[in-house]
């Protein structure tokens, strides 16, 4: 069927106006959880860090696993099916990432109601029904509760979801992103951004964060001669 389609696409900057990836899957639910879970690995910045006591590195990606993963799967079980048209849309920017299924929220539910407790109440009970058994959901209302508890213990800012045009999306956004600023003198507006990203934190934050958090363009060689010119 036409409309079993994942739209997935890495953006430069904040907007549309530029791909950095455009990819499209067609297949059956499964598939199409897993082709969006292999884009995420390859595109979600992923922060490494060691613990006394362990040998193991522990990696953290910067949106969590468990979060996106829920709010894909729950794209894939409440969409409207009945537009041909229609599809799955992730797409990840500098600053977000944001999952969008085509159809309105139903039920009677609004956005403010999936973060409170409510009733679990598919729009497409079967295939909810085989999610559920396959251990990917549960059927009691939280997934939403579940995301945004997830979002918050990685540090980013809480969870949107909003309904517009007959389409729903779900916004993980970044709490530590600090938009370049481009002008005539690129190293002090620089300088500026790490400034003001190291007054946001008491304990410091590592190099690769730094370089994440200034957005694509923004190169580990460029970022430690800005902390050098900043120590001198």
Known sequence: MPQCLL?????????????LDNRQF????FSLLASAERFLRDHVPIASRFESGRMARIDEPL???LATREAIANAICHRDYAL????????????????TSIGPLHFGLTPDDLFGPHES?????????IFYRRGIIEEWGRGTLKMADLAKSAGLSRIEIEEHNDCVTVRFR???YVPPRHGRNEAIDRQE??????????????LR?????????????????????LRN
């Open 174 to 176: 970044r709490a530590d």
């Open 7 to 19: 739209r997935v696409a890495r953006f430069r900057d904040l907007d549309r106006s530029e791909f």
């Open 26 to 29: 067609n297949g059956n639910a």
């Open 209 to 229: 964060e730094i370089v994440t958090s200034l957005g694509t363009g923004t190169s580990k060689r460029q970022v430690s001669r800005t902390l050098a010119d």
């Open 193 to 206: 951004a790490v400034l003001t990203l190291l007054d946001r934190v008491e304990e410091g934050i590592p």
């Open 84 to 99: 041909g048209g229609g599809s799955i849309g992730l797409a990840m920017y500098d600053d977000r990432l944001e999952v």
């Open 63 to 65: 949106y969590p696993p």
């Open 121 to 129: 109440k598919p729009w497409n009970p079967l295939i909810a029904r």
